[in-house]
């Protein structure tokens, strides 16, 4: 038997996190899939956690908890098949480190993920973007915070993890411009050049941050580094406010994410290139970015004006004469049978 804990340890902190150059939030997200699964399993064999086998995690078992997340738990097919490819990616790991367990290995990794439905990113329009940047109050220091921060997640696309992390030394001020290295999953890097009025929020900011030790931009009202559930809840609050003059506003899930996609569908309504589009986001495979085609109404309208659809025979309908239908409709003008006497 072989003790399964050894071997998630290394695979979490050494092939993620070391190898892979996995970020933390993809880690975390990992290492949130190992806790059910070993919960369930745990449950199942009546031991704890610390005493499971690695021969304990065959097929059948991981689709048995794969059952039991969307019936027990309501998990979507999205986040089942999340769950897997996180049990697949350390079953993959473990086929050099264990070789006895190919077999299971394999049967485990042939296990498929449900189809899901394509959806369309959930964005804002032009007026909500303007209501949420005008929510701030300018004339206080939280208020000028959150407007460089709103500003800056919209026009340059940050993920969240992207803008709580951004630090002193990433910003440069070059003559009306302003430049943002940007550190991306992956540790991947990209640099945005952004507009004088983007600066100038943040220039409004650092005016008024004060000397903290901390190395990142936005601070927290106890001068603390802002997290990203702080940043939700400034976005949660703001858009709140923003839904006075966007009713509309009310019935979204305006979440960190929902800037970014917004950020994307401008740069892609302006520029009409999906590869520029990709490099602004800083994603890794073009394909990733095909999804904002979906919610781009100006390419159905392109296509709509560079086709031309199959005509049809010409008429007009012309309803016949009330009389004459009626003398058309059976028994509906004819006299009754005589009857003899």
Not at 105 to 127: D, Y
Not at 132 to 158: F, K, Q, V
Not at 265 to 284: C, M, P
Request: charged share 25%; net charge positive.
């Amino acid at each position: 038997m072989t003790p399964i804990a050894p071997h998630i340890t290394a695979f979490l902190q050494k092939r993620l996190a070391v190898e892979r150059l996995a970020s933390p939030h993809t880690c975390d997200t990992y290492a949130y899939a190992f806790q059910l699964l070993f919960e369930f399993m745990g449950k199942k064999f009546g031991v704890a956690p610390a005493d499971l086998q690695l021969e304990q995690m065959d097929a059948p078992l991981v689709l048995e908890f794969l059952d039991h997340l969307q019936k027990k738990r309501g998990n979507s097919a999205r986040t089942r098949n999340a769950r897997l490819a996180a049990i697949r990616s350390f079953m993959r790991f473990i086929e050099h480190r264990v070789p006895s367990a190919l077999e299971q290995v394999l049967r485990v990794r042939a296990i498929a993920p449900q189809k899901t439905e394509t959806r369309i990113v959930r964005h804002l329009t032009s007026g909500e973007q303007h209501a949420l940047l005008d929510a701030p109050e300018p004339t206080t220091r939280l208020g000028i915070r959150d407007r460089a921060m709103l500003h800056l997640a919209l026009t340059g696309g940050l993920r969240v993890s992207e803008l709580v992390g951004l630090r002193l030394d990433e910003v440069a001020f070059n003559g009306r411009y302003i430049d943002i290295r940007v550190r991306g999953k992956g540790r991947r890097e990209r640099v945005l050049t952004l507009w004088k009025s983007v600066g100038d929020a943040i220039r409004a900011w650092l005016a008024v941050r004060g000397d903290a030790p901390a190395p990142e931009v936005f601070l927290n009202a106890w001068a603390r580094p802002m997290t990203r559930s702080g940043f939700e809840r400034v976005l949660a609050r703001h858009v709140s406010v923003a839904a006075g003059r966007f009713p509309a506003l009310r019935e979204k899930r305006v979440s960190p994410h929902v800037l970014r996609h917004s950020c994307a569908l401008n740069t892609l309504q302006a520029t009409r290139d999906l590869r520029k589009v990709s490099l602004w986001l800083g994603h890794a495979n073009i394909k990733t970015t095909d999804v904002y085609l979906q919610a781009d109404p100006t390419e159905k309208l392109e296509a709509l004006a560079a086709m031309k659809p199959p005509s049809l025979r010409p008429g007009k309908f012309r309803p016949p004469d009330r009389l004459i239908a009626a003398l058309r409709a059976p028994k509906i003008m004819r006299s009754p049978t005589p009857v003899n006497p």
